[in-house]
């Protein structure tokens, strides 16, 4: 297991199997991991940690993706943050504001290992 202090990650996902299966993978790579189940909580969470990149859900209750998102972003600490859209949403019906709110990358979950996940998070990182 690596010990060095890596950046601060946030996944906001309301799917605890799949939350828990990234944080786990995450923290065995020396990442700081912090979990949230839904946009308000998200948002909250983020607000407190302010992380250097954020693995975002569309479909969740409470509060979807892509409002947290736009509420992040009016923040000016929440321009700066990069984000990874992580769903299974196809980019094709994902909302239409989504492309206005400075998305690092759109991931597919099921077209996606969590190997290939953590490259991309890795290279958007850099």
Do not use: C
């Not at 309301?14 to 700081?32: N, P, T």
């Not at 983020?46 to 992380?51: D, F, G, L, V």
């Not at 299974?88 to 996940?117: C, F, M, W």
């Amino acid at each position: 297991m690596v010990t060095a202090n890596k950046h601060r990650i946030t996944i906001v996902e309301d799917d605890r199997a799949i939350a828990h299966m990234y944080r786990f993978k995450l923290e065995s790579e020396g990442y700081v991991v912090s979990l949230a189940y839904d946009g308000e909580e998200g948002l909250s969470i983020i607000e407190s940690i302010k992380p250097e990149l954020i693995l975002l859900d569309l479909k969740m209750p409470v509060m979807s993706g892509d409002i947290m998102l736009e509420k992040l972003r009016t923040k000016p600490w929440g321009i700066q943050i990069k984000v990874i859209i992580l769903t299974n949403i196809s980019k094709d019906e994902a909302p239409v504001g989504l492309r206005l709110l400075n998305v690092d990358r759109y991931i597919v979950k099921a077209h996606h290992t969590p190997k290939q996940v953590l490259e991309i998070i890795e290279e958007i990182l850099k």
